[in-house]
T-cell receptor, first 113, second 115 residues
Framework: DPKIIQKPKYLVAVTGSEKILICEQY?????MYWYRQSAKKPLEFMFS???????DNQTASSRFQPQSSKKNHLDLQITALKPDDSATYFC????????????FGSGTRLLVI | GDSVTQTEGPVTVSESESLIINCTYS????????LFWYVRYPGEGLQLLLK?????QKGSSRGFEATYNKETTSFHLQKASVQESDSAVYYC????????????FGKGTKLSVKS
């Protein structure tokens, strides 16, 4: 059974719309993260959370807003979508914020048209 | 800033042949970087393959090896004899030992092993 669930696997969105990417982890980890991989680019760190508190934000745009309603959830809301937002978004978790042994989800592939 | 450069893919190798995927790094903001190889099999998330936190040490897992070379700032991934099941995308990454567990990744190298 997958330990980190990301939903949906694939998502097509219209420019200007808003979407929420879901991430749930069942590992009992205290730290969660979002990374993004655009075509031909490395995975890029976006956010880190520890005990549901934002620890680091490397995303320049406020259109990207993480939401942590429960300890094991870290959803990602994206507003005013642009074609450049097309990418695969990976959620990850680790035992605690100083532990970089991540477990990753299988990703949500977003296409903005 | 910090960066990781790895072999451009795709790489195709025949089964039982040897493999090397090159990885070099630049750690300008991290005094003592940790180095990682992650693997992503089709349809799955990235999995930690191996990790080395001390320069000069070698990590190994599932027949893969990588040595942390601080002099050449390299962390090449090697396997003596690949199998078809090794077909995947391999990511080199560097991280910090401190309170920030953020990882800096390379672009990934897609490996296809022919039977």
């Amino acid at each position: 059974d997958p330990k980190i669930i990301q939903k949906p696997k694939y998502l097509v969105a219209v420019t200007g719309s808003e979407k929420i990417l879901i991430c749930e982890q069942y590992l009992g980890h205290n730290a969660m993260y979002w990374y993004r991989q655009s075509a031909k680019k490395p995975l890029e760190f976006m956010f880190s959370y520890s005990y549901q508190k934002l620890m680091d934000n490397q995303t320049a745009s406020s259109r990207f807003q993480p939401q942590s309603s429960k300890k094991n959830h870290l959803d990602l809301q994206i507003t005013a979508l642009k074609p450049d937002d097309s990418a695969t978004y990976f959620c990850a978790s680790s035992r605690h914020i100083a532990n970089s042994d991540y477990t990753f989800g299988s990703g949500t592939r977003l296409l903005v048209i | 800033g910090d960066s990781v450069t790895q072999t451009e893919g795709p790489v195709t190798v025949s089964e039982s042949e040897s493999l090397i995927i090159n990885c070099t790094y630049s750690a300008t903001s991290i005094a003592y970087p940790n180095l990682f190889w992650y693997v992503r099999y089709p349809g799955e998330g990235l999995q930690l393959l191996l990790k080395v936190i001390t320069a000069g040490q070698k990590g190994s897992s599932r027949g893969f090896e990588a040595t942390y070379n601080k002099e050449t700032t390299s962390f090449h991934l090697q396997k003596a004899s690949v199998q078809e099941s090794d077909s995947a995308v391999y990511y080199c990454a560097l991280g910090d030992q401190g309170s920030n567990a953020k990882l800096t990744f390379g672009k990934g190298t897609k490996l296809s092993v022919k039977s």
